[in-house]
């Protein structure tokens, strides 16, 4: 694609490519409007009649481009705050309200250790709506599976979902259809009904979920797991340590259901049956996709662009990419404005585009220009030099939104894309053969399965080395990051758009050399930065510190479905900690220790410090981590313990230890295990003077934030638990539900 191709048409007022204008304008009003809200139309308005005022003086030559672009804003505007008023806003307005309610299960449910979490539609006659809504319910687990078509009567209370750390939880249900969500109150009964005959537009569920369990039945559990979400969009099998290696390397669209994928079903269909034939097929199967992997943005994104390919091949004409892809976009904003919140969509969009635009422009001057090559290296060259074009046209759109909702890049993505995506490219004609063939026989699909399995150990051998690899991961936690990157990329896309055959060819190395080369910086950098992460984990503690290759871990809270093992050991692997140094246990209840002995079976830990407490949890400990117990018993003096870079020490109050980490300046006091007297008399014996305090919600009730008043820190920690607070006293204070993990840095301490 040249940069022409957004050019106008002969004549002052022709254009060339309109859906292009019109759709990428209508998003822009349906941005403007989602952020704005209804001050977006006065806005629009305002914007419209200026533009009149410009096209009337002839000041624009291009009337009909302006004119387009202006309609098309206000008309992206305007629908998305029509469907605010009609569907948005009398959902949200549930929010806080209870109704006993008998509502429809759309799908199997989610389990969560004691709960379960299941998608319903729901009359609007039960809730005062004028139309059925659908939500997410979360139910107590029950022995017998919740089916699509079950309903289940209960006192539904409504919310909408708050925002956590970085993670923005109301654009991601909302980009989904959830405007409110819902839970079952605990004080009323929950009755459940099963179905007797599965509704028929559930039946694709039903599909997915049966292919879930032949997958299971087929692989091994990780295998199984890779498969479910390459192949019908089930993610939740994966681990999070799984889950983090994919993102690392660079390979977490393999299991992102989005375009890759249904690229895939359809080559699969044409290699069948044949052009003809296979486009014929291929409209119904992408509706079928769509309706068993769910359909969200990207997915849908992806079926309509191929789905419009497919139709031009079937009426016998040229099939134009990128209108397809604005066309898709545009549909996708009809059906559901708020769809323009999904990352998912975001990077799908964006990574096609870039493909569209800028990888053929790289491919060709990666190609050889000899014509003495043989055939076979040829094609061999074709496909390598391919792999890296895609990889690299892709990262130049999808790192604005990557910087955006991740802070971070992944290196080594276009190697090692170029190492997997031929044997991912196998898996899935393969494993649904052999899903297929497990119909009729298990013997034989157990054969096809074996190379299937192959192979996607293969996938997960190169996720794991290149999750390994020191830089491997840029991570783009200060504004320098963002100007020196955003100012590489920016350069580079010029150069593709304008620069010559030479100059692409050069500036390929040069820029996957500059991204090397600043990961490698970036680990250096780290490696002198002391850092202390309060991880959030439900009700209970986890706070990792480090600096260089040290770490230390402060409380390991409960093992149940927030599982802070997990938890921990995703975090330590993220940033490359293959062990800890140093474990603290303030206190040895379930809040502070319940997952300590899992993360030890997980995890290497050196040593392990342990309050004076001669309770049997303190034997269990004993016994599980031997010589590498040093109990702190001292209430008189302070303790040091650990790695001097780490900087801890503790002090034992009666059965609970509060830890001081003192980086550079600072003087940190983790209190989170103490009650406000044992604060009290610790005070009283030693001044904290700390610059901040790390306390639990207790301290937020009653008259129990006097002390902390007292001791008055520049700043609370508030680390675990459901309240959120401003402040304390006029101490400002931190909330780790609302902001997510949260870290403290300082370098050179």
């Known amino acids: 694609m040249s940069p022409r191709f957004l050019h106008h048409g002969r004549g002052g007022n022709g254009i060339r490519r309109p859906l292009i204008w019109f759709s990428g304008f209508f998003a822009i009003g349906t941005a403007l409007e989602l952020i704005l809200r209804l001050q977006a ?15 009337f003086s002839r000041l624009v030559s291009q009337k009909a481009v302006v004119l387009l672009c202006m309609l098309s804003l206000l008309a992206g505007s305007g629908y998305t705050a029509f469907r605010d008023v009609v569907f948005v806003q009398p959902q949200s307005a549930l929010d806080g309200t209870t109704y006993e309610v008998t509502a429809v299960a759309t799908d199997y449910a989610v389990v969560y250790g004691d709960q379960q979490r299941v998608p319903v539609r729901i009359s609007g006659d039960e809730c005062d ?34 925002a956590s750390g ?32 599965i509704p028929i537009l559930s039946y694709p569920k039903v599909l997915r979920h049966a292919v879930s369990e032949r997958l299971d039945d087929l692989f091994l559990e990780r295998n199984a797991a890779f498969l479910s979400a390459m192949l019908v969009g089930d993610r939740s099998k994966l681990t999070k340590l799984d889950n983090n290696h994919l993102r690392k390397a660079g390979l977490a669209h393999v299991i992102a259901v989005s375009g890759l994928h249904v690229g895939f079903l359809i080559a699969l269909l044409l290699f069948v049956f044949g052009r003809r034939l296979g486009s014929l097929l291929g409209i119904p199967c992408l509706l079928l996709f769509v309706l068993v992997v769910g359909c969200s943005p990207s997915v849908l994104r992806a079926c309509i662009m191929y789905g419009m390919v497919l139709l031009a091949f079937l009426m016998r004409r040229e099939a134009d990419s990128v209108n397809s892809l604005f066309l898709a976009l545009f549909i996708c904003l009809l059906w559901h404005p708020a769809a323009l919140c999904s990352v998912s ?53 999808t790192w604005p939104v990557q910087l955006f909702h991740f802070r971070y890049l992944s290196v080594f993505a276009p190697i090692a894309n170029l190492l997997a995506l031929w044997a991912v490219t196998l898996i ?16 034989a699909a ?78 250096v950098r780290t490696q002198e930065t002391w850092r202390m992460t309060c991880l959030s984990a439900g009700e209970s503690q986890a706070i990792v510190v480090s600096q260089g290759d040290q770490t230390a871990l402060i409380d390991c809270g409960s093992d149940d479905e927030w599982n802070a093992a997990d938890t921990v050991c995703e975090y330590l692997d993220w940033w490359g900690y293959d062990r ?134 520049e700043q609370i920690i508030l680390e ?22 949260y870290t403290l840095t300082y370098t050179h301490p």
């Open 345 to 397: 969509l975001q990077l799908s969009f964006t990574s096609t585009l870039g493909i569209l635009c800028f990888a053929w422009r790289i491919q060709q001057s990666l190609t050889p220009k000899s014509k003495k090559l043989p055939h076979r290296l040829k094609r061999l060259t074709a496909v390598f030099t391919a792999s890296i074009s895609c990889s690299l046209a892709s990262l130049l759109l």
């Open 720 to 741: 675990s638990g459901w309240k959120t607070a401003e402040e304390l006293g006029g101490i400002p204070v931190i909330s780790i539900k609302q902001t997510g993990s």
């Open 446 to 523: 157990a054969v096809i399965a074996a190379p299937v399995s192959a192979f996607c150990s293969y996938v997960w051998w190169i996720a794991d080395r290149f999750a390994d690899f020191s830089g491997g991961v840029l991570h783009l936690a200060r504004g320098t990051d963002v100007l020196v990157l955003g100012g590489l990329m920016v350069f580079w896309t010029v150069l593709l758009w304008f620069g010559n055959r030479r100059q692409i060819a050069v500036s390929v190395p040069v820029l996957v050399l500059c991204l090397i080369g600043y990961g490698k910086w970036d680990v």
């Open 166 to 197: 970085t993670f923005d939880r109301p654009a991601y249900y909302r980009s989904l259809g959830y405007c409110v969500l819902a839970y079952a109150k605990e004080t009323y009964p929950v009755f459940f009904k099963q179905t007797d005959h």
């Open 580 to 713: 800890i140094d140093v474990m603290v246990l303030t206190a040895l209840d379930s809040s502070h220790a319940g997952g300590a002995v899992t993360l030890a079976d997980r995890i290497p830990v050196d040593m392990v410090y342990l309050p004076y407490d001669q309770g049997k949890r303190a034997e269990q400990f004993h016994e599980r981590f031997a010589q590498n117990t040093c109990i702190v018993d001292d209430t008189e003096q302070l303790s040091s313990i650990g790695e001097k870079m780490l900087r801890l020490s503790a002090v034992s109050v009666d059965t609970c230890l509060a830890v001081r980490l003192t980086p550079a300046a600072e003087t940190i006091w983790i209190a989170h295990s103490m009650t406000p007297r044992q604060l009290e008399y610790l005070e009283s014996k030693q001044p904290l003077h700390p610059t901040t305090l790390v306390l639990s919600e207790s301290y937020f009730s009653d008259d129990a934030g006097s002390i902390a008043k007292q001791i008055a820190p």
């Open 41 to 55: 139309v006065l806005l629009i308005a305002f914007a419209v009649l200026c533009t009149a005022g410009l096209v």
């Open 129 to 162: 709506q004028r139309f059925f809504f659908k939500t997410l319910l979360t139910l107590p687990t029950r022995a017998q599976e919740i089916r699509p078509g079950d309903t289940i009567t209960a006192h539904v209370a409504f919310y909408t979902p708050k």
């Open 428 to 443: 899935f004609p393969m494993a649904i053969f052999a899903i297929a063939v497990s119909l009729i026989s298990g013997s």
